[in-house]
């Protein structure tokens, strides 16, 4: 069963606009890695932060974590249409395995 | 370099019929995950291998479920007796150990599996 969840469920902006996605989740962790995924295909790896870590940033990319809160956060700045995909946040507790929300679909419009 | 492999990338069965599906993980990954994507869903665990050992087998859906990698490197997902309840797309994740337990995981294409 899913253990994680994002928020919001859907988001559209205009392409240059920053967009923000958050996700929460329930155990403790060792990292949070986030994905990306464009409809029919796998799974993009973008980021991951560990769980001493409180921010990483990788290109536009900017990632938050707080464990006190078991939430993190990914900004993507200056969107681009080629940005449109679901965003996918999965935690890796002390079993290995990720676990996965349900993703924030984002369309980002000219 | 070449990243995860997945073959089929797409397959149909009749009900009833076996299925393998294959991974192919980045060289050199001792760790091997596969997960199942249902529609409109996040992907859910289903096992996971360090070299040829499988370690977890506790998201296997049922005993018709099947998982190997007999030389540590390629690996395959075995489905017997197809059912509808399947159709997902079935993914593999070839991972680089961080520290215990804490794995950095990059996913192959997927295989879609279509019961019919």
């Known amino acids: 069963s899913q253990q994680g969840e994002e928020d919001p469920q859907a988001l559209s902006i205009q392409e240059g606009e920053n967009a923000t996605m958050n996700c929460s989740y329930k155990?403790?962790?060792?990292?949070l890695q986030w994905y990306r995924q464009n409809s029919g295909r796998g799974l993009v790896h973008l980021i991951l932060i560990r769980s001493n870590e409180r921010e990483k940033h990788s290109g536009r990319l900017r990632v938050t974590l707080d464990t006190s809160k078991k939430s993190s956060s990914l900004l993507i700045t200056a969107s681009r249409a080629a940005d449109t995909a679901s965003y996918l946040c999965a935690s890796n507790g002390t079993a290995s395995k990720l676990t996965f929300g349900t993703g924030t679909r984002l369309q980002v419009t000219l | 370099g070449a990243g995860v492999s997945q073959s089929p990338r797409y397959k149909v069965a009749k009900r009833g019929q076996d299925v393998a599906l294959r991974c192919d993980p980045i060289?050199?990954?001792?760790?091997l995950f596969w997960y199942q994507q249902a529609l409109g869903q996040g992907p859910e665990f289903l096992t996971y291998?360090?070299?040829?050992?499988?370690?977890?087998k506790s998201g296997l859906p049922s005993d018709r479920f099947f998982a190997e990698r007999p030389e540590g490197s390629v690996s395959t997902l075995k489905i017997q007796r197809t059912q509808q309840e399947d159709s997902a797309v079935y993914l593999c994740a070839s991972a680089i150990a961080l520290g215990p337990s804490s794995y950095e995981q990059y996913f192959g294409p997927g295989t879609r599996l279509t019961v019919t």
């Open positions: 291998f360090q070299n040829e050992a499988q370690l977890d």
């Open positions: 060289s050199g990954h001792v760790s």
């Open positions: 155990t403790s962790i060792n990292n």
